[in-house]
Each structure stands twice: as C-alpha cells, then as structure tokens.
C-alpha cells in the first residue's frame, strides 16, 4: 500500500539561506507521525515545504496521488491537508461559529462533530475569537482545520504555551482523531505525551532526517544525540 504522504529529499531556503537538505517523511493511512528535533532543526520549514507556503523548495512531494511539489498552498489545502500553524491563526473578528463555518467544505466534520470533540467551542458559539483564552484558540484552530474535512491533520506545537488543563483536552482530542482513524503529522516539546500517541518518529538534525522509527525504537542515546534529553 502506498503511503498517504511521501517526501524525498526535500530543500527549502529563505531567501539564501538554505534551511533542509534532504528530508524524508512518510506518513500512511490512519497514522499520527511525531517529527521530533531540537529547535532550529527544521520541523515547521517541513511543514512549510510540504504545504507549499515557502518560494524556494526542492525535492519530491506526493499526497494521495497527486504531486504537491509544483502547487499553490490553497490546492494543497483543497488536496486534503489540514495545516494548524504555530500561533494557531483565526479570525480574531469572527465569533468562534463564523470562524468554523468559514472554513467548512463538505464531508463527515461538521460544526456538530467540532462541538462534540470540543463541547466548549460549542459553549463559546457566538463569542469572538479575539476573546478567547489561547487554549480556546487552539481548539478552535483545531476545529477550522478539522473543518475542512482533511485527509491528513498538520499540527505544529499542538500544545506550546497551554496551560496544563488544556494541554491535557488538546491531546485526549488528538487521541480521539487518531482513533477515529485520521492521519496526523505532529509536532510538540512535550516528548512524553508526543510519543504516547505516535505510531514512529521522523527525528531531524540540520535540516535532514536522522533517525525514523516507532517510539519504542527512540533510545536514550539517540535522544540525547537528536533530542538534547
Ligand atoms: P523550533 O522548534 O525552534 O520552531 P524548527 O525545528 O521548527 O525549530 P525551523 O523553524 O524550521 O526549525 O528552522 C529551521 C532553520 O531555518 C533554522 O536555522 C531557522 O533559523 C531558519 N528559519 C526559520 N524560519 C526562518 C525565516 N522566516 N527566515 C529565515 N530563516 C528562517
């Protein structure tokens, strides 16, 4: 079976300054993929490559069939892949149902489906988004991407700066999409909850892969020498 997402020896620069080298990742059907690596190693310009938000990328990208390599952000997103970005970006001036509708194409998520996985969304339906806790924004960027009815959820620092109560909501939500069967590529500091969920690791060291293997693989030497830990 050939995997959902699959990249070779992807590039990437900002403006001369060249930031992969050669990242390979692979995620199949239904899997959550952690990619791990210290900080500055390249994580979220992967991200970006794959998403086609960066000018200057090279290398191969393929997702359900179709070659990402060559195309415009909005037909990735309209491909299948749902991206919550760092800074988790919403419509500050849209209430929280505005901003789900907005996102909204046809398929199984819809705005019941949202407020099921976060029954506060559903609390705060008419409240602006501006007004909510950085938590709340999270699910709620959680939501629009979820929205969208993708076939491969982008998460870039799931939890980062989230109280400890929320972080915990954000990753029983993860475990909840993964065991509904979406495929999930994920990035986050906190190692252990990242690798409770996580089917393998990508681990990346200056901008290329270095190590690829299930969690129960990752042992404490190539934690300390890929991870700092
Ligand atoms: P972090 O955990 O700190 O977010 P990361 O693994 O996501 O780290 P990236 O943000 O992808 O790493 O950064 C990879 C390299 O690209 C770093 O050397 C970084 O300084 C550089 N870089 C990232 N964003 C930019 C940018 N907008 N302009 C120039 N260089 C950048």
Redesign the pocket.
Known sequence: MSALLQVSQITAW??A?Q??FGVDLEIGEGEVVALL????????????TICRMLAHTEGAISFAGHDLARLPSHKVARLGVGLVP?GRRCFANLTVRENLIAAARPGEWGLSEVDRLFPTLGQRANQMASTLSGGEQQMLAIGRALMTNPKLLIL??ATEGLAPVVRHEIWRAIHALKNAGLSILL?D?TLKELLAVANRCVV?EK?TTAWTGEPGGLTAEISDRYLGV
């Open positions: 900002y403006g300054s930031a992969l690596g210290r900080n500055g190693m390249g994580k979220t310009t992967t991200i970006r760092e870039d620092e990035v500091k990346l901008g």
